[in-house]
C-alpha cells in the first residue's frame, strides 16, 4: 500500500504539472516586424495577450522601441519613456494586467502609426505566484531583420501547453489513481 500512495501523489504532482500554462511568444507585426509599413493595429486586433505572454520586437537600426503612458502613446511624446530599447531584437515580457503602450522613437514614424497598445489579461489559470521575468539576453537572437515576408520570419503562432485538455487529463488520472489505490 505504501508504494500505491508514492506513485499516486507523483501521478497527482504530475497531473497538475501539466496543466500550468506557457508563455506565448509573439513576435510584433509577424513577417514584417517593427516598422513603419506594418499595420501594428491590425495585427493586434485578434490577439488575446495574458500575463506571461512576450512581446518580441524585431526592427532595423532606424527604428527603436519605447514604451510609455498613454497620454504620451497618444501624442508621440519621448521625453517621458517607461523603457527604452534600441538593438533590433528587444523582449519585452508582459508580467502585470492592464493597458501597454509602446512607440517608435522616432517620432515620425510614431505619428505615422508605428505604435502598439495591448491589453494584458490576467491569466486565469495562474497561481498567485509572480509571471516569470524574462530578459533581452535570454532568447535566441534571429537573423537581422528582413522586410521580405518571404523570409523565414518566426510569427505569432507561439506555443501554448495546458488547457483543458491537459486539465482533463490531469483529472482522469488522479479519479484512476486513487481508485487503483483505494
Not at 495591448?118 to 534571429?142: C, F, M, Y
Amino acid at each position: 500500500m505504501g508504494k500505491g500512495v508514492v506513485l499516486g501523489c507523483v501521478l497527482v504532482v504530475l497531473g497538475f504539472a501539466l496543466t500550468c500554462s506557457a508563455a506565448t511568444y509573439y513576435t510584433v507585426g509577424d513577417s514584417s516586424g517593427w516598422d513603419i509599413s506594418t499595420d501594428l493595429d491590425t495585427w493586434a486586433k485578434d490577439k488575446q495577450f495574458i500575463v506571461g505572454d512576450v512581446l518580441l520586437f524585431q526592427y532595423s537600426s532606424s527604428n527603436s522601441v519605447n514604451e510609455v503612458t498613454k497620454e504620451s502613446f497618444k501624442g508621440c511624446n519621448m521625453t517621458d519613456t517607461l523603457q527604452t530599447s534600441s538593438n533590433g531584437n528587444t523582449s519585452i515580457p508582459l508580467n502585470r494586467p492592464g493597458e501597454r503602450y509602446f512607440v517608435c522613437g522616432n517620432k515620425l514614424h510614431c505619428l505615422g502609426g508605428m505604435k502598439l497598445q495591448v491589453n494584458v489579461q490576467k491569466d486565469p489559470a495562474a497561481s498567485p505566484a509572480a509571471a516569470p521575468e524574462a530578459s533581452e539576453g535570454s532568447l535566441p537572437r534571429p537573423s537581422s531583420k528582413n522586410n521580405n515576408p518571404a523570409a523565414a520570419i518566426p510569427n505569432s503562432t507561439g506555443f501554448i501547453n495546458g488547457g483543458m485538455v491537459s486539465l482533463l487529463s490531469a483529472f482522469l488520472g488522479s479519479m484512476a489513481t486513487l481508485l487503483w489505490i483505494l
